[in-house]
């Protein structure tokens, strides 16, 4: 396909929680690609870009205050599930501890805000687990970058599994953390997986609203129905031997044209900010879903029944200015109780990915000490 088709294409289909690009990301067509280190991409300007740093942005940080250990278990499907476990030093291993799952950002992969926040929370007492989904970073799963909302809730139950059966974590003391993507996918585990005491979500996006409808519905019918006959040609193409094709994501380039949004999830994914190349990946392919298994977000429907998650306490967090805010507010109107809606002042949707000045560590340190302390 013609770069000007992939451009001109409407595109409203959405990962990393929102309408990234109207772009159509294909492989090897040489569109956007990105330098060898993307440390610094020019705009048409010719003026290097800078990310933004402000407010204690620290997506990398390494904490001396916990022991970390690289681990993997399988989910239900046979797949390997990779993760870190980190342990507070000191961490009395002959009780039973409470411990919190930590979910990264659609797109993204545990480097990327989910050790952020496992490492902060293991500081506060709690033994934590950030994972990689299925599919990306160090997990299995084939194609890379495959969209499978069922298999993504399953990777928590597994995580579920495996903190459950170390003898230093107390089993009726396991809660959750879903960041961006991650909180729906959350929310669709905990609908079925009672073994999840208690859910926070920040940033949080229906994957599968978003998909359907777009941000604030702006998606039409007609847009949606082209992008799932799009997708459906691209079947053929790929089980007769053709390449495959990639979609949304973050864009790989800024120019005078690039949306509010495109430069948010830029600043972090596209520069050292917050930048992550998975061994045996390309940097042209990270955040990038395939286009064919894209459109299973279509059928994703994680709000519906989450009052049954009571009486388990669910707490949402989302930033006073965040494109996704309407996600975590349509989430708490439907949830039964105990639920909270946690607003962060002057906090946008990717500032709560790393900026430790604005997300509220305390506000989720009180909610999992109240919420899984022992009986």
Not at 42 to 51: D, E, M
Not at 246 to 271: C, K, P, Q, W
Not at 293 to 318: G, Q, W
């Amino acid at each position: 396909m013609k770069k000007k088709s992939i451009i001109t294409r409407v595109l409203t289909v959405i990962t990393l929680g929102l309408l990234l690009s109207a772009v159509t990301f294909a492989s090897k067509t040489g569109f956007g690609v990105v330098s060898k280190t993307s440390v610094e991409a020019a705009s048409k300007t010719g003026v290097a870009y800078k990310p933004d740093m402000s407010n204690g942005a620290d997506n990398f940080y390494k904490s001396n205050k916990v022991n970390m250990k690289k681990v993997s278990f399988k989910n239900q499907y046979n797949m390997k599930v990779a993760g870190n476990l980190f342990i507070p030093k000191g961490l009395n291993k002959k009780t039973k501890n409470p411990a919190i799952i930590v979910g990264h950002p659609m797109g993204a992969v545990k480097e990327q805000s989910a050790n952020l926040y496992a490492q902060k929370m293991a500081e506060k007492g709690f033994v934590t687990l950030s994972l990689d989904l299925s599919f990306w970073g160090e997990s299995e799963g084939q194609p890379r970058n495959a969209v499978s909302p069922d298999i993504y809730a399953e990777d928590f139950s597994a995580a579920v599994d495996f903190l459950g059966t170390r003898p230093f974590v107390d089993r009726d003391r396991i809660g959750v953390i879903g960041i961006c993507g991650s909180g729906s996918f959350v929310i669709s585990a905990a609908k079925i997986d009672p073994r999840l005491k208690a859910i926070a979500t920040v940033s949080m996006y229906d994957m599968g609203a978003a998909n359907r409808n777009g941000l604030k519905h702006s998606q039409t019918l007609e847009q949606r129905k082209k992008t799932l006959e799009e997708a459906a040609e691209q079947r053929y193409v790929e089980f007769t031997g053709g390449k495959t094709k990639y979609t949304s994501g973050t864009v790989h380039e800024l120019n005078e044209n690039s949306t509010a949004i495109e430069r948010e999830f830029y600043d972090f994914y596209r520069t050292p900010r917050g930048e992550y190349t998975p061994k045996g990946q390309s940097p042209e392919l990270t955040t990038h879903p395939t286009l064919t298994s894209n459109v299973k977000f279509m059928n994703f429907y994680p709000f519906e029944d989450i009052e049954t998650i009571s009486p388990r306490p669910m707490l949402f967090i989302a930033g006073e200015n965040a494109h996704s805010r309407e996600f975590s507010e349509d989430a708490y109107k439907l949830a039964g109780e105990p639920k909270e809606l946690y607003i962060v002042p002057g906090a946008g949707h990717v500032d709560l990915y790393d900026r430790v000045n604005l997300i509220p560590f305390d506000k989720l340190e009180s909610f999992f000490k109240e919420n899984l302390k022992k009986k």
